[in-house]
């Protein structure tokens, strides 16, 4: 009943900039944090920036400086932007949502991923 829906992935070269999104939707009571992953051939996934209500923002520190994480309550959606990428960027990026029904406790949710590619 809950989906995320990412956007914004493609190809671009070395210092390029793109901006992913994230739409929450279903039976939502609350989203307690939403973040964003990222998953590189032979690489474990890792977290790349979250963002919450009451602890604020998080970043690996291999995008600090260079990635912004924020969100729209209102429309439940959570962005990064993205800029001076690196070919070490290039991964599948997947939206994670903690998020509360009016008939459960919260739990996470996923979202399909997106790829972002960074190469000349």
């Known amino acids: 009943q809950v989906q995320l829906v990412e956007s914004g992935g493609g190809l671009v070269q070395p210092g390029g900039s793109l901006r992913l999104s994230c739409a929450a939707s279903?039976?939502?009571?609350?989203?307690?944090?939403m973040g964003w992953y990222r998953q590189a051939p032979g690489k474990q996934r890792e977290l790349v920036a979250r963002i919450t209500g009451t602890t604020g923002t998080n970043y690996a520190d291999s995008v600090k400086g260079r990635f912004t994480i924020s969100r729209d309550n209102a429309k439940n959606t959570v962005y990064l932007q993205m800029n001076s990428l690196k070919p070490e960027d290039t991964a599948i990026y997947s939206c994670n949502a903690r998020i509360t029904t009016p008939w459960g406790p919260a739990r996470d949710y996923w979202g399909q991923g997106t790829q972002v590619t960074v190469s000349s």
């Open positions: 279903g039976r939502i009571r609350s989203i307690n944090a």
